[in-house]
């Protein structure tokens, strides 16, 4: 079993297919873990750490972590609320105390923001991406899939990134997307 990383990407702007094509590669019993191309791993033990979580729960159907910053998922953000700092010394540190809670998970139960995801491929083999949707919503759309029919998806409780998530032009700037 092996973590593949990946950044997916289409000039086209099909991330579901972008998602879907960095799947078909992969052998059957590894794992994608696919990160939005805005988001930095604090730690050098992240990938490590992602090997931890997969090995204590191979049950799991889909692995989220927490963020700085995110829209929809109060879930994935730390004290559930968007952190404006932007000194990345500061995240590193928090980093460093949230990585003592690995391999701890929380379960979530409702959508979630694919800032990063770590996917089996078994899970793919049954759901996979949506390919019409281009960059909006792809990764709303799986996990809502996922949660309706009963799927795990945790959270890995002792891995936080940075996530720069429309920074520059606040949470609701979409342009960059269309």
Aim: charged share 25%; net charge neutral; proline share 4%.
């Amino acid at each position: 079993m092996h973590i593949h990383v990946t950044i997916p990407y289409r000039e086209d702007r099909n991330l579901g297919k972008a998602y879907n094509d960095a799947f078909r590669i992969i052998p059957d019993e590894d794992y994608l873990l696919i990160t939005d191309y805005d988001v930095l791993f604090l730690l050098p033990d992240t990938i490590r750490h992602c090997y931890q979580y997969v090995r204590a729960r191979p049950d799991a159907d889909m692995f989220v972590c927490w963020a700085n910053r995110t829209f929809h998922s109060n879930e994935q953000l730390l004290n559930k609320t968007v952190n404006q700092d932007d000194q990345i010394r500061t995240h590193i540190s928090i980093a460093h105390r949230i990585a003592e809670l690995v391999p701890q998970v929380t379960p979530i139960r409702r959508t979630i923001s694919g800032f990063v995801m770590l996917i089996p491929k078994r899970t793919w083999n049954e759901f996979k991406f949506v390919e019409d949707l281009k960059c909006l919503g792809v990764d709303t759309l799986y996990s809502q899939r996922l949660v309706d029919s009963g799927r795990t998806i945790l959270r890995m409780d002792g891995i936080y990134v940075w996530h720069t998530y429309r920074l520059e032009n606040g949470t609701q700037d979409k342009n960059h997307l269309l």
